[in-house]
């Protein structure tokens, strides 16, 4: 009697230079956090399961580890094979609790999750916090005005889709410091080449009397 193979499916390949590649990631987003508002290049050549992006996988594989619980929201619970290759290429444990993650990486930005159900961080350790990695289809000026720490005066922008309640959202964010989570939106762009835009819990929001 013959045997037939299993049909196993292919696993999407990671970084083609793991270092570099890894390292290149890390300084988009660190330059992003530290300059909000901003919208960061990020280069990724990464071809993930969908509807996970290059840019939040590039991010993924740069900033998670055996140690990073991360929670999906419904859109990329959805398909399988994301959390497969979150777990392969980081080792991260995906978690059902987004209370009990390090990260969260939300693929239906206008329907983006009340950050209260994150972590927010201790008084004494105010960076057991979670930092939200959201996709949105692009950047662009003008919606949204920060102020605060990496902002020189002012900076404004607009990323879509995202809940018309945002800058609310910020300002009762930034309210909670020094708790309180942390945002990176990721944007695809064309050939690669994408951004990363950071909003931390300390931007201020410049609300509309």
Wanted: aromatic share 6%; proline share 11%.
């Amino acid at each position: 009697m013959a045997v037939t193979a299993l049909a196993v499916p292919a696993l999407a390949a990671g970084f083609a230079d793991p270092v570099h590649d890894a390292q290149r990631s890390f300084a988009a987003v660190m330059r992003a956090m530290a300059e909000p508002g901003l919208p960061v290049p990020l280069a990724s050549d990464l071809d993930p399961p969908a509807p996970l992006s290059r840019e939040a996988a590039a991010c993924a594989l740069a900033l998670l580890d055996y140690e990073t619980p991360v929670f999906l929201d419904a859109t990329l619970s959805a398909a399988p094979a994301v959390a497969a290759f979150l777990r392969f290429h980081t080792g991260a444990p995906v978690v059902d609790d987004p209370a009990a993650a390090r990260f969260a990486f939300i693929a239906d930005a206008a329907a983006l999750p009340d950050f209260g159900a994150f972590a927010q961080g201790e008084p004494d350790y105010p960076d057991r916090s979670a930092t939200l990695i959201v996709q949105v289809s692009d950047f662009g000026t003008g919606a949204i005005t920060l102020e605060g720490p990496g902002i020189k005066g002012r900076r404004s922008f607009s990323a879509a889709p995202l809940p018309s309640d945002l800058p609310a959202r910020l300002a009762a964010n930034r309210a909670l410091y020094p708790l309180g989570i942390d945002l990176i939106l990721t944007a695809q762009g064309l050939d690669g080449l994408g951004g990363v835009l950071g909003l931390p819990r300390t931007v201020k929001p410049v609300m509309e009397d």
